[in-house]
């Protein structure tokens, strides 16, 4: 599904490397997690991954079924079957949910050159997704995420996240500022999309979320690179013990 | 005093022996006079307000007279809507043959005012001569000016009034002069359109003036739009007054010309009345579009807001000069101003000032301005969703401008703004900001 070798990051305007050669392979199915403490590149790898300007491959290849995505748009990414949650979701004025994920979904038909969906057939499956995930009709009504609370925000994203129906998800921080009963929603939400198909990065600093949504494998990135890849025990250890540890056994 | 050049230019548009009522050639001969005193602008008494206007194109220009003619021109958009009155001013006079007035509201012209003899000394004293040079000018040059008044309290008026410039001549200049009465607890419905037909090549002046008079207790909803594109000269001049607990809520819509200028003021003249002035401009390539909105607070307890939107192009230029004078007598008054500004090239620029001038001490007013470029979080946003970088940079675009539109709540011209944006914002020169 996803294969990341050596992969070497930094933005435009600055040499400093932010990704310092990360090696990573997820297969179909499966779930990892990417833990990490404040400012270890976990953001960074999500955003890269999905084709974010910003940044520039200095080295390495991202492989996506197969395909050498390096130079793609983030736009062909989606097309491919990536996606991602973001961790800040835009507030867009004058965009509607509605309108945007019908344009996303016209986008990707067109580019496969298959039959759009008449705007009737989608608001069929707009509005199932929109009930399935217990949100508020009026919010959807909105312009995208304005007045949204944090919680609002990211279950937005996963009604994207399965309106799109992608192979990949990577979830950015998804956890962050939700509150438990929130943060279960989300993690219904996911799990819910699980499938032998299908399959999840997700981004986080903390445990808590991997109790909802358990992870077929862990890894730590510490200034850019996985320094401790393990099961989902080594969350657990991270939790108990702080990314303190893992970083002083580093050092000795 | 005013150069010879000039001066004698437009005297051969001007007519002294026009018919019109005493009262109305009254305030044409005062208009000649002030023009003749300030001639074009800027004069030195006004050249604050001019200050971005390049008027060396429109100096050098030479403009014809217009006549009153019989023309077919399509005008699918109104003709829909049969059962609203409809003024069309046809390159400065009234077309009697194609408005539809009902009996509901009172019509007359400047030459016989029979039923509307009484506001013969309301009218030019809402849009002064002396204050603005194209007012003069309006007054000097007003071709057929409408008289018209609505009375109506039973129910919601609706009044379109349609300025036209047909590209019959070249060069021509045409100078249409409204002035609206609204009676007490009437509420009103008013669309202002101006259109274009001239070819690029026809570089025409449009320098229309209405004067809206809204009595105690009436309301107005004024919708207007501005679609020049063309290669010509326009200057509008709204001027409102407002007695007690009257309101005028206004949404504009301007897609610039070569060189367009926009310029709404009311003086809210009577306690507890209420203005807005919303609006959207658009330019591109070398357009040009001054927004003058301006409001003043005469009384106490009334309020006030202004807030506009520019999507700049091209080598565009757009002025948001925007107004609130608050005299000393006008306490607990509520201001606010705000003007907000995409850039989408390099090349275009806005000036946006908006400005408070507050002399009483018991008031809330606030102002603010932007302007700023795509939004680079918002576009990789949407690029993550599957949405190429074309597409989503009209997609914000006309998100931005959505929210004037909106305001508009009229089915007939969103469907034909939105249609317009749709068709425009692609081909906007984006050049050089992505």
Redesign the interface.
Known sequence: MLNVKNLKVKVADNNELILNGIDLSVKKGEIHAIMGPNGSGKSTFANVL?????YEIVEGEIYFLSNLINEL???E???MGL??A?QY??E????RSF???K???D??KE?YKEKKLSVREFAKLYDSKVKEMGMDIELTKR?LNFGFSGGEKKKNEIL?LSI?DPTLAILDETDSGLDVDALRTVADGVNAMRSVERSFIIVTHYQRILNYIVPDFVHVLVNGKIVKSGTKDLAIDIENNGYEKIISELGS | MVSDIILNRFKNLYEPNSKFDKKIKEIKFDGWKNFNNHGLPPSSHTSELWKYTNFSKLYNSEFSKTSKKDLELEFTLFDKRKDWNTIYIVDGFYDEKKSIISNEIVLENALNLKNLKYLSNQFGSIAINSENEMIALNSSLMQDPILVSIRNSNKINNLQIIIVNSGENSQSSSFPRLFVEFSPNTKSNIVEMYVNFADNTNKNLTVPVIEYFLREKSEVSHKRIQIDQGNSYYFQFDRILQNEESRFKSTSFSFSGLLSRYDIHSDLHGINSDCSFHGLYITDKNQHQENEISTTHSVERCSSDQMFKGILAGKSRAIFSGKVLVKKNAQKTRAFQKDLNFLLSKAAEVDTKPSLEIYADDVECSHGATAGNIDKNMLFYLQSRGINKDQATSMLIRGFAQEIIEEFQDELLIEYLEKLLDEKIPILDVEGIM
């Open positions: 999905a084709g974010k300007p910003d748009l983030p736009d990414r989606s097309h996606f991602l973001f979701p835009s867009i004025p004058g965009v309108q945007m994920l344009a996303s979904i986008a990707k580019y312009s994207q799109l």
